[in-house]
């Protein structure tokens, strides 16, 4: 009769470098003879890490558009983003809908203002089940009052008052040349 054993290895891939390994299980009896098993190859890839961090502060004016970037390098399989902010104090709260590298807030609003950062997670290992989890810096965004000029209303206001000052420095200047 042969004894029939299982036995599972787990390997810490977290502790080895990028490339290929192989593994097998050698089994001596007292005989002795010696069993092996096949060998079975393990790829490790790059892990996860963050290649570009959100920047330190935004600073927007209400009403525009504000963009949040992270960029990612490694990985296994999928990843997912989630990003969170703590407005006036508060506890720290997922942001609905922001499950990308991006996070718009379009128009921003001053109650946007506050802190915000993204945890990004892979898919992890088939084999072990474990996945690598990178965590951005925290960032400021301030949100102020006031009429963007990148607005219809704010270009307008732009050019009203460039005009003005511009008939007052004609006015002042034929006035000079008159004297």
């Given at each position: 009769?042969?004894?029939?054993?299982?036995?599972?290895?787990?390997?810490?891939?977290?502790?080895?470098?990028?490339?290929?390994?192989?593994?097998?299980?050698?089994?001596?009896?007292?005989?002795?003879?010696?069993?092996?098993?096949?060998?079975?190859?393990?790829?490790?890839?790059?892990?996860?890490?963050?290649?570009?961090?959100?920047?330190?502060?935004?600073?927007a004016t209400a009403g525009e558009r504000v963009e949040m970037y992270i960029?990612?390098?490694?990985?296994?399989?999928?990843?997912?983003?989630?990003?969170?902010?703590?407005?006036?104090?508060?506890?720290?709260?997922?942001?609905?809908?922001?499950?990308?590298?991006?996070?718009?807030?379009?128009?921003?609003?001053?109650?946007?203002?506050?802190?915000?950062?993204?945890?990004?997670?892979?898919?992890?290992?088939?084999?072990?089940?474990?996945?690598?989890?990178?965590?951005?810096?925290?960032?400021?965004?301030?949100?102020?009052?006031?009429?963007?000029?990148?607005?219809?209303?704010?270009?307008?206001?732009?050019?009203?008052?460039?005009?003005?000052?511009?008939?007052?420095?004609?006015?002042?200047?034929?006035?000079?040349?008159?004297?």
């Amino acid at each position: 009769m042969v004894a029939v054993n299982t036995l599972a290895i787990l390997v810490n891939t977290a502790s080895l470098t990028v490339g290929t390994y192989k593994y097998y299980l050698e089994v001596i009896d007292d005989i002795p003879m010696v069993y092996q098993s096949r060998k079975a190859d393990i790829n490790v890839g790059l892990h996860l890490t963050l290649a570009q961090d959100l920047l330190p502060e935004y600073h927007a004016t209400a009403g525009e558009r504000v963009e949040m970037y992270i960029q990612t390098n490694g990985g296994l399989g999928d990843k997912t983003y989630t990003w969170y902010r703590n407005v006036g104090g508060k506890a720290w709260e997922i942001i609905p809908g922001a499950v990308g590298p991006m996070l718009v807030i379009d128009p921003a609003e001053e109650s946007d203002s506050g802190q915000y950062y993204v945890v990004v997670q892979d898919s992890g290992s088939t084999v072990t089940g474990l996945n690598d989890t990178v965590v951005s810096s925290t960032a400021t965004l301030v949100v102020e009052k006031g009429i963007p000029v990148t607005t219809n209303t704010g270009l307008v206001i732009v050019v009203m008052l460039t005009s003005i000052i511009g008939a007052v420095l004609l006015i002042r200047r034929r006035a000079l040349l008159n004297k």
